[in-house]
């Protein structure tokens, strides 16, 4: 990854500029929300004095220049070859995206995840993520469940693909209730691009099917529900759920987050306990399967996967990818055009891909000229707000 401009892989004539830290959006995440994140990692973990001095050094990095790691994890070479264009230099002139990757990989080895010792493979983030699962918010969600067997098939995948979208914008028993979105939803007035007519039916064809997710607890609970409704009464499918392998943006899910929100829903109310035993019976019989893989810790975009990723997604009928992180890797960390085809820029994906995706970043393609005009005209800051949504198909 450098500064060079992006090419898009459907048309080489479409070039924009990379997304960097210099100013705007990308440089409040790093003098803002990073700061308080660390903040929440000594205040949630009782680290000792050794640890907390590497984490406040990280801090006081962030207003420095960029340093190399200081551990030698088996990850770090390949992280010297990916950090030497940019250290030394300031955080604030870097590509974006990789400066937040090389930033939650060196909080990683400040913790003493990759150590021997006790803190290895303690989540910095464990505290916050357990807060929520086990918190009123997931508890209503999961009540909003025994709703859920009472719509017809296609009515009840409509509003799962919606839960699955919005996240936490508004809750699962909302998405129930208004599948469809009335006057005044966000589902209706806040999406921006919407294919999902395109897309339910390739979700209820498909056998094999990729679900890339994104966060925890109220975000991964209607993703696993949505894959228990592609799975059921369907001997024929196979669902693939690729989350991360070490603790990640936070609140990024990795297998051991699956399996404890798998667990509060086997131990909820009565409808939420049906699905979490079949979801728990779909990973035992191979029929739902976990997959871990380093790429999606890495400061990479989506068409430089590594050639055995490349295949599992071509072998699949359809993957769907969640959240703003994920589409920034999808279409490139860039300042495209927001009037760019989004199949433009996804081209190079090998077989269907459907982004759900919440806006939270400034990248975004595939929106009607007159639709953004008219966005542009509220004077809002709405591509990061997380109030306006995509679903995209390629």
Do not use: C
């Not at 359809?318 to 495209?336: F, S």
């Amino acid at each position: 990854m450098d500064l060079a401009p992006l090419t898009a892989s459907g048309d080489p004539r479409l070039t924009a500029p990379v997304i960097t830290t210099a100013d705007g959006f990308p440089r409040s995440v790093l003098r803002d929300r990073h700061p308080e994140l660390l903040a929440k990692v000594l205040d949630g973990v009782p680290y000792p004095p050794e640890v907390r001095l590497a984490v406040n050094g990280l801090l006081q990095e962030l207003d420095g220049s960029i340093l190399p790691l200081s551990d030698s994890h088996a990850d770090a070479a390949q992280w010297a070859e990916w950090s030497a264009p940019y250290l030394g230099k300031s955080w604030y002139e870097v590509p974006f995206l990789w400066a937040e990757n090389f930033f939650y990989r060196k909080l990683l080895g400040a913790t003493g995840w990759f150590a021997p010792g006790p803190w290895q493979s303690v989540d910095p983030f464990g505290p916050q993520k357990d807060a929520e699962l086990a918190g009123a918010a997931v508890q209503a969600e999961l009540e909003a469940l025994e709703q859920l067997g009472s719509l017809p098939d296609s009515q009840a995948l409509d509003s799962l693909v919606l839960a699955a979208l919005w996240g936490n914008r508004a809750d699962l028993g909302f998405k129930i209730q208004r599948p469809t979105g009335d006057d005044g939803a966000p589902e209706v007035d806040n999406m921006i691009a919407d294919q999902r007519d395109a897309l339910l039916p390739l979700l209820t064809d498909a056998s094999r099917i990729i679900l890339i997710t994104d966060n925890v607890g109220r975000e991964l609970l209607p993703d696993l529900v949505l894959a228990d409704r592609l799975l059921v009464g369907r001997s024929g499918v196979t669902a693939w759920l690729h989350v991360k392998p070490s603790p990640y943006f936070t609140s990024d899910a990795m297998p051991a987050d699956v399996l404890k929100t798998v667990q509060r829903m086997v131990d909820g109310p009565p409808a939420a306990s049906e699905i979490g035993h079949r979801l728990r019976n779909f990973l035992s019989e191979g029929r739902l399967e976990l997959v871990a893989h380093p790429f999606y810790v890495a400061p990479l975009t989506y068409d430089q996967a590594p050639p055995d990723l490349q295949k599992h997604y071509a072998r699949a009928d359809l993957t769907l990818l969640k959240g703003d992180l994920n589409y920034r890797r999808l279409v490139g960390d860039a300042a495209w055009p927001a009037t760019t085809p989004f199949g433009a820029v996804t081209s190079y994906w090998p077989g269907r891909v459907a982004a759900l995706r919440t806006l939270k970043s400034d990248v975004l393609v595939g929106v009607d000229e007159e639709r953004l005009a008219a966005l542009d005209a509220t004077g809002e800051a709405w591509r990061t707000s997380g109030r306006h949504a995509v679903i995209q198909l390629k």
